[in-house]
């Protein structure tokens, strides 16, 4: 039966963990000296007439031997999977689709993971890049390159002390003067703001993009992943030689 990368990448890391937990599993088992060891005696005495005592034993409970089998098949294992998904990336490939129009020919797998991961941080950027106040009105300045307001124009006042008469003098009184001030209009201001910000309209038409190729990406991933392999069984060669 034909195999698929895609199931090669599905065993992948249990195959790892399993391989690792028996590798440390048998690290641990060759430092316990006393499973390795083990001894016999029986004893004698000069004459009929001595004491008699049982003979003593202890067998050997861990073969060196045999954990380098162990670990051998663990990682012979793990080498064909891991030689089975490397040689398949050298020939996975597809091509990246958008809006029925190929952007990308014959692309390799392991590219295209790297483009899905570019594409989220890409998102993650234009998502977050100032948008122009949506309060205003804004028009592109070409002598600046900026978006720019169209000009205000408020005045500038200045307060102005005023005299109010509110009794006038007589022969016994002096008159009497409220002083209060007065806003009077002395120039005026005209305010352009300008921006460098981006219109909300281009932000969404750049997310929209992104998403589209992070979609067309992600299909052709999954077409790549669906490749017909060949499995590799490379691991009996490389622990034949280091441990035959």
Known sequence: MATKLNQILAVEKGVKSDTQRKVTDAYHTIQKNALLSGLSRTYQPVDDEGERLPPESTRVQVQGEDLLKQVGAALTRLFDVTATKDWANCSARADVKVDGSTLLEDVPVTYLLFLEKQLVDLHTFVAKLPVLDAAEAWTLDQSTDCWRTEPVKTTRTKKVPRNHVKAEATDKHPAQVEVYHEDIVVGF????????????????????????????????REEANGTEITYQRVGEKVLGYLLG
Do not use: D, M, Y
């Open 189 to 220: 201001w005209t305010k352009v703001t300008f921006s460098g910000a981006v219109p909300q309209k281009r932000v969404n038409e750049l997310l929209e993009r992104v998403g589209r190729l992070q979609n067309a990406v992600k299909f052709a």
